[in-house]
Each structure stands twice: as structure tokens, then as C-alpha cells.
């Protein structure tokens, strides 16, 4: 199985297959998670014809919407179309042959009432265990996004990892510029137990920015200790578009030696 994957664009589906053929690389789909998109059904159904037209890579995942995907509000009717979209993606991963699909948290950090915090961990548990229970053939992913410190996603992980399908999708460069209420170290070994996917990019330790691996203030030295230590089982998304960032990205992986050509 891919260990480390990309960003497909079908406009260069070619030089996309290229860098995958020649490092051994997977796929991970961008094309799905625009609730525009998942409601365009005849487009949809392009999508997934113009991709398996091509020869593609064997393991590929999926990322969900996650705009404005709230299952834990308190507005039912806001529940009712996070639980469409939800589906509409799972749906999508699964017309497209993805092993996984990817959510976000969606936790708003500056609400810190343990009314927020409580309902946050009890509809989310309540929610994704019916999700996980209903559609045992596909992994469900949970991203960190704006959250602080691992500790909520601890806390939910703990109540879902009795599900197989179930993993987190630790965003590392989301961490970095995001979560400074704990050092990264924290962040790696606290969620570690539950972490079956990752995502890496780079930024300037402020700003959500994609930069190319190696482009920004990122200490991957300490990252590779960590993916030896705790993530070499996991599968790790380069979230960088564009062929021209991916390959800069890929080629300093295989400097630190985490990537290698077939």
C-alpha cells in the first residue's frame, strides 16, 4: 500500500501519474468536498468517468466536505444538512475506489463554556458512531483543523477507536500554526494511539499556507522523528497542489530519507 500520497488534478492527470508511478505514490482526492460539486449530479458522474479512464494509483482516499459541516450544532435542521453532505462525500469516496474520506472537527476554539466543549464530544460520538457502524466498508478520517491542543480529539477518539473504520487524520502543519497551546511533541504522542492518516505541508508557524515541503519554517527533522516514532504505519497526504510544489515537496521527503523512488 502507498504510504505517502498527492493532490490529483485532472487537468495534469498525466504528470500527477508520472510522480506517482516513479515514488510509488496514492491518491488523494480534492475533486469532492465542494457541496456545489456534490450536488451536481451529472458532474459528479464526469468526474468519476475522466479519472477511471486512467490507469489509477491502487490506494487513494477521499476528503469530505467540510464547509460548515456542524453535526454537533444545536440546530437540527443545520444537523440535517451536515448529515447530507456527510453522506453525499462518503458516497463520492466510494464511486471513486477511495479506502477513506476525510471530516474535519469543525471546533470553534474561542468557545471554551464546558456546555460547548460537552455537547461537542457527545453529538460528535453520538453522530459518526451511527456513521462508522453504518458504513463499515469505508475508513472515516477526523481532522484537526483550528483545535487548540489534541485533548478533545483525544477525548472523542478514546469513545470511537472501538470502531475499525475509525482513525484520525492528523494535520501536522495545522497543529504547528494552529494548536500552540501544546508543543507539537504533545500533540504527535497524544494522538498517536488513534492516528491512521496525516496530512503535511508547510508554513510560516502562523498561517495556514500549503507551502511546499521544505519552503517554510517547519522542523522536519523533528517531524521525521516523529513519523518513525509514532506514524510509520499511518498514510501521509503531501496537501499541496500543483505538480511543481508536489515534486519540490516529494524530492526534499527523499532528502530526509522518508521517501524513496520505486
Not at 455537547?119 to 472515516?140: P, Q
Not at 497551546?181 to 491512521?196: D, H, Q, R, T
Not at 506514524?231 to 505538480?243: P, R
Request: proline content about 2%; hydrophobic content about 35%; overall charge negative.
Amino acid at each position: 500500500m502507498s504510504r505517502f500520497l498527492i493532490i490529483p488534478e485532472l487537468k495534469n492527470i498525466g504528470e500527477h501519474l508520472s510522480l506517482a508511478n516513479e515514488y510509488g505514490l496514492g491518491f488523494e482526492y480534492n475533486d469532492f468536498y465542494h457541496p456545489n460539486v456534490l450536488d451536481d449530479e451529472q458532474g459528479l458522474r464526469g468526474l468519476f468517468s475522466a479519472y477511471k479512464a486512467h490507469s489509477l494509483p491502487e490506494y487513494c482516499t477521499c476528503h469530505g466536505d467540510f464547509f460548515d459541516v456542524l453535526v454537533f450544532s444545536e440546530d437540527k435542521s443545520i444537523r440535517d444538512i451536515a448529515d447530507m453532505r456527510i453522506r453525499q462525500s462518503i458516497d463520492a469516496a466510494k464511486n471513486i475506489g477511495a479506502e477513506a474520506v476525510v471530516f474535519h472537527t469543525n471546533y470553534e476554539p474561542m468557545l471554551t463554556a464546558d456546555f460547548y466543549v460537552n455537547n461537542w464530544i457527545n453529538k460528535n460520538e453520538e453522530y459518526w458512531s451511527g456513521i462508522l457502524e453504518e458504513f463499515k466498508d469505508i475508513n472515516i478520517y477526523i481532522e484537526n483543523m483550528f483545535d487548540r491542543s489534541p485533548e478533545l480529539l483525544c477525548r472523542l477518539s478514546e469513545r470511537l477507536k472501538k470502531y475499525a473504520n475509525y482513525g484520525v487524520c492528523f494535520d501536522y502543519a495545522h497543529a504547528v500554526c494552529f494548536g500552540k497551546e501544546e508543543k507539537i511533541s504533545v500533540w504527535s504522542s497524544s494522538l498517536a494511539p488513534y492516528v491512521k492518516h496525516m496530512h503535511i505541508n508547510d508554513n510560516d508557524l502562523k498561517n495556514d499556507l500549503h507551502l511546499s515541503v521544505g519552503m517554510g519554517s517547519i522542523d522536519w527533522e523533528e517531524f521525521a522523528e516523529y513519523y518513525g516514532k509514532y506514524f510509520g504505519n499511518s498514510t501521509v497526504l503531501i496537501e499541496v497542489s500543483g505538480i511543481e510544489k508536489q515534486r519540490r515537496s516529494v524530492e526534499y521527503l527523499e532528502g530526509i530519507g522518508l521517501i524513496s523512488k520505486l
